[in-house]
T-cell receptor
C-alpha cells in the first residue's frame, strides 16, 4: 500500500468554481502534513501546512482528519492561475521522511 | 526566490560521461535532500543528509554518488548513466529540530532537467 494516495484527476472546473481534493495516508503516526503546488516543469512549492484544527489562507482551506487518515484541500472561487498539480505531503514523524503523493491535476478553464 | 539554487538547470549527457549536479541552500537549514521526478511519477527520495551526514540512501544505484561538504552545499555525481535516468532532479532543504524530534517543511530548488542519450 502506498504511503500517500491521491486521485490523479484531472479535475476540470470553470473559473469561479469550488473544488476539493482529498489525500489519504497510511501511517497513523504521521505528524506533519502539507499541500504543495507544482506547475508544469517546475519545482514543488509549499502552498500550506495542514494543522489539526484546520487552517485557511485566502481562498484555500486545508483540513486534517486523523481518525480517517486523510487531509483535504478546498479551493474557492477558482482562478485560471490555480491550474497546477497539487501534491499531498506527509511527514511520518521520523526525521527526514517525507512521503509525496503522485499529485492531483487541476485545470481551471475560462 | 533564491533560497535553494541548483546548477545546471539543464544537462544532456551521454552514457559514458561523468557530470555533477550542484545544489546550494541559503536558508540556514541543516538537512538536504536529492529527489528524482520522472514523467508522470511521484517524487522519489534518493538521498538525505542531516548535518552533513548521510542518513538515507533509498536503494539508489551506485552510478549516482552524493557528496555533502557542508550544510549549505550538496552535489550529485553522475557516471555511466542509463537513458531511464533521464528525469528532473530536485534538491530540497529543511530544518530539523532535534529537541522536538520534528522536521519543518521542505523548500525545493528549481531542479536540473537531465537527459541521458
Amino acid at each position: 500500500r502506498k504511503e500517500v494516495e491521491q486521485d490523479p484527476g484531472p479535475f476540470n472546473v470553470p473559473e469561479g468554481a469550488t473544488v476539493a481534493f482529498n489525500c489519504t495516508y497510511s501511517n497513523s503516526a504521521s505528524q506533519s502534513f502539507f499541500w504543495y503546488r507544482q506547475d508544469c516543469r517546475k519545482e514543488p512549492k509549499l502552498l500550506m501546512s495542514v494543522y489539526s484544527s484546520g487552517n485557511e489562507d485566502g481562498r484555500f482551506t486545508a483540513q486534517l482528519n486523523r481518525a480517517s487518515q486523510y487531509i483535504s484541500l478546498l479551493i474557492r472561487d477558482s482562478k485560471l492561475s490555480d491550474s497546477a498539480t497539487y501534491l499531498c505531503v506527509v511527514n511520518a514523524g521520523n526525521f527526514n521522511k517525507f512521503y509525496f503523493g503522485s499529485g492531483t491535476k487541476l485545470n481551471v478553464k475560462p | 526566490e533564491t533560497g535553494v539554487t541548483q546548477t545546471p538547470r539543464h544537462l544532456v549527457m551521454g552514457m559514458t560521461n561523468k557530470k555533477s549536479l550542484k545544489c546550494e541552500q541559503h536558508l540556514g537549514h541543516n538537512a538536504m535532500y536529492w529527489y528524482k521526478q520522472s514523467a508522470k511519477k511521484p517524487l522519489e527520495l534518493m538521498f538525505v543528509y542531516n548535518f552533513k551526514e548521510q542518513t538515507e540512501n533509498n536503494s539508489v544505484p551506485s552510478r549516482f554518488s552524493p557528496e555533502c561538504p557542508n550544510s549549505s552545499h550538496l552535489f550529485l555525481h553522475l557516471h555511466t548513466l542509463q537513458p531511464e535516468d533521464s528525469a528532473l532532479y530536485l534538491c530540497a532543504s529543511s530544518q530539523e529540530d532535534l529537541a522536538a524530534f520534528s522536521t519543518d517543511t521542505q523548500y525545493f530548488g528549481p531542479g536540473t532537467r537531465l537527459t541521458v542519450l
